[in-house]
């Protein structure tokens, strides 16, 4: 008696513990924060970015749509490191996201961290308050960044992304610059889990 009496205590946390984990359903909305500077010219914009995240495309593609904003200042020329900014300017922006290529896996195959080769094109429409680019208080932006990404298998979840590439302003006049951003994205919830 006693010994059935033990196992019909001890089945139901045998049982529970053979049950495989469930997962999320994948993240249908996000955000991004980071920040983004430019090179070249005399005064140089950097900013901080701020956008919301919707993925696009089949789930095979990961690929994230944003819609966001750069709050920031001009930079003088990197030679002067003491009180050289002017000025303040925002950006809205518009900007894809997609991997290009899968460049190594980390963890364990229920639950992935990827590096990743990724694009990551970007419109904007700027205004300037006491601007001194020669594009005028309004200008265009666009860039098409390259770079790479860490981090899990869903397409919106934790990611911190490196990115790199040519930008151009376009107002009065026309200029080419090189663009780098730092990123983190993750979804409104938080780190996507299994459930215990």
Known sequence: MTRILLAVLALPSIV???ELPTYAAPARRGFSIGVTGFTGGIWQPSGVDVAVLRPFGAPASHGVVSL???LGSFVQDQAVLIGGSKGFFVTALL???RPIANLAMVGTDRDPNWVRLVAA????VSAGIDSP???GSYWGTGALLVGLSFG????IDENFAI????AGFV????SAHLQVSLRYQTTFSGRRRPQE
Request: proline share 11%.
């Open 121 to 124: 094109p970007e419109l904007g």
């Open 68 to 70: 966001g904003a750069r």
């Open 171 to 174: 107002g009065r006049t026309a």
């Open 95 to 97: 900007g894809v996201r």
């Open 16 to 18: 529970a513990a053979q």
């Open 163 to 166: 990115l790199v590439g040519p």
């Open 152 to 155: 899990s298998d869903q397409r």
């Open 133 to 135: 680019l020669p594009q």
